[in-house]
């Protein structure tokens, strides 16, 4: 079976969200950041491409 080629990461989530742009969405990444780690009790997972966390990455669990 193929694997797919969007994997988790060890990207930093915090250093990701500090990067977004514009402000505002930057402030709701945050905010959601926090209400996903309360409700699921899970840390956040960068995904993204083997070779690269940076391109088209998103947050999520493994």
């Known amino acids: ?3 797919n080629k969007t994997q988790p990461t060890d990207a930093d989530v915090a250093a990701y969200l500090d ?4 402000e505002k969405r ?6 959601l950041d ?3 780690r309360d409700v699921t009790g899970e840390e956040p997972v ?3 491409p083997r070779s690269s966390a ?5 947050i ?3």
């Open 1 to 3: 079976m193929a694997e």
């Open 19 to 22: 990067s977004v742009t514009p």
């Open 26 to 31: 930057r402030e709701d990444g945050i905010a």
């Open 34 to 36: 926090a209400i996903f």
């Open 46 to 48: 960068m995904w993204g």
């Open 54 to 58: 940076t391109a088209g990455t998103t």
């Open 60 to 62: 999520g669990r493994p």
